[in-house]
Nanobody, 112 residues
Framework: QVQLVESGGGLVQPGGSLRLSCAAS????????TNWYRQAPGKERELVAR????????NYADSVKGRFTISRNSAKTTVYLQMNSLKFEDTAVYYC?????WGQGTQVTVSS
């Protein structure tokens, strides 16, 4: 069964860090780009970070550039989103996406 499972979300204070993980089941992260999206309450889902299928190209939303880093393990079975210097406005449900496969989402809450 092809699926994505996210983990690593939680509650963190402003300025803190979290690392999200997205584990692939039934496939490896190749053939398509892998994306991290997020959706805050009352807002549309937005693309946060993208890694090309080769892993060579990485793109970030302006709002997270310099703070977030997308990466994956050498086996291409897990993709990560390292989030540093978190801000209140980073609060959202974060989703991993590969082709037409979506994870269930993991909640990130930045609060003091």
């Amino acid at each position: 069964q092809v699926q994505l499972v996210e983990s690593g979300g939680g509650l963190v204070q402003p300025g803190g860090s979290l690392r999200l993980s997205c584990a692939a089941s039934g496939f490896t992260f190749s053939a398509y780009a892998t994306n991290w999206y997020r959706q805050a309450p009352g807002k549309e889902r937005e693309l946060v970070a993208r890694m090309s299928s080769s892993g060579a190209l990485k793109n970030y939303a302006d709002s997270v550039k310099g703070r977030f880093t997308i990466s994956r393990n050498s086996a291409k079975t897990t993709v990560y989103l390292q989030m540093n210097s978190l801000k209140f406005e980073d609060t959202a449900v974060y989703y991993c996406n590969w082709g037409n496969v979506w994870g269930q989402g993991t909640q990130v809450t930045v609060s003091s």
